[in-house]
């Protein structure tokens, strides 16, 4: 109890800087780093593969805590996986080798000259690995009623090893409730698909050998929670637990003690005399059972029915189905019929009609097409290469040199005179400018120089302008 006392160990309640919380994290971050190496590999998407990779570090395991001989490299390692396990397709030499040097990377083992050494953080890591695999095998060997039974149980007996030890085991009893519940609304639903099921017993018998092994499981954990100062925080949980593992036993032992009862209903003695009192109590019984009663009701003697168990049994009177819709009762009936009597529509606003679109039709000449389709790639053209600076000299000054626009609409440096190129370019090549070769033409003061003379010697004139050419 004085370790319960105790705030358990949890990642949660310590600060955040300790050396402690960093190391163990790095922890989880190497598991990472490993699974997310083996799952960039499709050989690995396989569950056969996984089963093999964990048959591997298996070997691994079993070496580090003295059960089998020392692995001095892989080549034994492969041989002594496939003196092991029956494998059609035994992971290669290769693939080891590979497996080796992720385990090696992420701090999991150290590959010495003689022999492949787990560190503690490998040994943890497979440990866990394993456990986890065959949590996982036992939970899935269970039907869907027998899984969040066997989960409950898990639970506690987690809450035992983990809370009585000081180390928070992760809120496991809220866990364990919620599973029996689970359990406990899947066996609700199930009732007359076990009555309907002639060979139901066995597994009836299982759920509730299960609920009553969890009953004393789940009385131990709540039993630890019987302070002052504990109650008060736990008194709720302790309260639903309480009721659902009531409810529960009593479900499981009212439908073991109700199938036995249909079972042996042929080999029931009768009696020739007829008690009005005992067939209310019973026809009552029947619609309001309580929850641990062996009376059945209407459905669930149309549910245990059975066909042809003597000769000529299916032409006595009529069969019905296994499963059956839940009744609507006459409250519900006259609530419907109230509602429609007296619905009517709830409208917030004024219901609006939309008005008709109405359409044009427009014509378009083909010139029209090519002139829109010229328009949108020069403005794209010029969304690249900024041409306003020459256009709006030639605008202002007229026909001038090529040499004197590149220098007098920006400047001498040979950047500039590269842009202002590029522009005179663009515009050449949509026709907003004429070029006309000159003869002679000034010289100007740059800091660069033309690669050929005579590639100066032209002028530029702009087009006459449209509204489009000034966009």
Known sequence: MDTVKRAPISIFNVESNTAELKTSMRDIASLAGVLNELGSQQIYESPLEILRFLNTIQLLYEESLGLAGVIEDTEM??????NTYIDDAPPTIKQLEHLIYILSRNSWLTKQTRQIKLLDRGKRMMDALIRLANDSLAYYLQDDIGRSLFQARRDAEL??????????GGNKIASMIHNVEDAIQKLELRQLEFFADRNALPQLEIIHQLMQELEIKMQERLSQFRTVEESLVMSELVQRGTAVLSKGTALSLGMLTKYIRFVTMQDTPLSDSISPEKIRTFIVNMYNPPIDSNIPNAYDLFSFMEQAQYEDEELDGIWMPIKFAAPIGGQDID?????L???????????????????????????????LFDDAAWQMTKAVINTDIIEHYLDVHGESELEEVMIESSSAEWGDAIRSLLAVSALTSKQKVNMKEVLDTKQFDKRWEWVEDDDRRFTLQRHKRTTRDNE
Do not use: C, M, W
């Open 77 to 82: 390692l492969y041989y002594r996986y496939r």
């Open 159 to 168: 809450s035992a090893a983990y809370d009585d030890n000081g180390i928070s």
């Open 335 to 339: 609530d419907a019929i109230h509602y």
């Open 341 to 371: 009597e007296t619905y009517e529509p709830k409208v917030n606003d004024p219901i609006e009609t939309e008005a008709e679109i109405d359409f044009e039709e427009t014509i378009v000449e083909g010139e029209s097409v090519q002139q």
